[in-house]
C-alpha cells in the first residue's frame, strides 16, 4: 500500500512536523510505502518539498505530484493555516482533485473550534464533505463535528499519543 501524507514536517519545528514524523516511523514500520509532501523545507527519506505557505498554487502543485505517485491513500495532517491564504482555502481545491480522480482521502483535523470564524466553518464543512474519513484527538471535537456537519462522515477519535522516552532517574 503507498500512503502519501501532506503535512509539514522537520526540520521544520512545529507540533505537526513533529506529529507526522512520528507516524511516518512508525507506519513504516509496518513495511507501507510512505512519501510525504511538504512544505519547502522539509527533508527526509521520501519527502517532497511542495510548496510554500505563501503559494497561490498549493492544491495545483500538491495534485501534480500525487497524480504521478500514484498512491491508494492521501492523509492530509490539516492545521488552518498551513495550505495558503484565507486560513487555508488551498486544501478544499486539492480535496476537490483528490475526489474527482477518486483518491481517497483521510484527513486528521488538529484544531476544532468551539466557536469557529465563518471561514473556519466554511473550511472545516468542505474538508468534512470531501474526505473519505477524519481523525480527531478528542471525543469532544467528534461531537462538535457531528453537531455542524451537513455531511456525515466516519470520524475517529484517535488521541494524540506521546513520545516513547526512557526515565531518567535524575531528573528534576
Known sequence: MRIIYVST???TECGIATYTSYLD???RKHDLEVYILSQNGAKGKHVFEVFNPDDKDIAYKLFHLISKLTPDLVHIQHEFGL???ERGIQIVDF???CKIADIPV???LHTVYLKPAWKERLITS???CLSKEI???EGYQKELL???SKCLKEIHVIPHGLRQTHIIKTAK
Open 9 to 11: 514536517y522537520p526540520p
Open 25 to 27: 516511523s512508525e507506519i
Open 106 to 108: 483521510i484527513t486528521t
Open 126 to 128: 468542505e474538508i468534512l
Open 95 to 97: 480535496l476537490l482533485r
Open 83 to 85: 495550505y495558503g491564504y
Open 146 to 148: 457531528i453537531n455542524e
Open 135 to 137: 481523525i480527531v484527538h
